[in-house]
Nanobody, 127 residues
Framework: HVQLVESGGGLVQAGDSLRLACVASERTYGQFVVGWFRQAPGKEREFVAAIRENIQSTFYGDSVKDRVTISGDKDKNTVILQLNGLKPEDTAVYYC????????????????????WGQGTQVTVSS
C-alpha cells in the first residue's frame, strides 16, 4: 500500500510559481504512473499531469500544459509538479495519485484508474 504526501502549496500572487512535491513511501520509478489532479470548490476533479518516469513519458491537461512541468526524482521517491505563471483560476486543492500497471500515458488522465491518493495541498492564487 503506497502512501503519498503532497507539499509545496500556499498563497501566491498571479504570475508567481510554485513547486509541488509528491513523496511516496516506496519507489515509484518503473512501478507506478504518478499523476496530479486538482479540485476547486464546487467543481469536479481535473487532470493536471502524469508521468511514467522510467520511460520519460508525460502528459498534461489542456488548461495547464503551457505552464506546468512534471518530473521525477527516483532517488527521493518524489514527483515534482512545477507550476508557472499562476492564475486565480488555478486555485484548488492539488492531489497526487499513483497507478499500477501501464496502458499508455493518456489512459491516466482519468482519476478512476488510480489506486492510491494523497491528502492534497492547497494552492491559492490571488489576483
Amino acid at each position: 500500500h503506497v502512501q503519498l504526501v503532497e507539499s509545496g502549496g500556499g498563497l501566491v500572487q498571479a504570475g508567481d510559481s510554485l513547486r509541488l512535491a509528491c513523496v511516496a513511501s516506496e519507489r515509484t520509478y518503473g512501478q507506478f504512473v504518478v499523476g496530479w489532479f486538482r479540485q476547486a470548490p464546487g467543481k469536479e476533479r481535473e487532470f493536471v499531469a502524469a508521468i511514467r518516469e522510467n520511460i520519460q513519458s508525460t502528459f498534461y491537461g489542456d488548461s495547464v500544459k503551457d505552464r506546468v512541468t512534471i518530473s521525477g526524482d527516483k532517488d527521493k521517491n518524489t514527483v515534482i509538479l512545477q507550476l508557472n505563471g499562476l492564475k486565480p483560476e488555478d486555485t484548488a486543492v492539488y492531489y497526487c495519485a499513483a497507478a499500477t500497471g501501464w496502458s499508455g500515458i493518456m489512459y491516466y488522465t482519468r482519476d478512476n484508474v488510480y489506486d492510491y491518493w494523497g491528502q492534497g495541498t492547497q494552492v491559492t492564487v490571488s489576483s
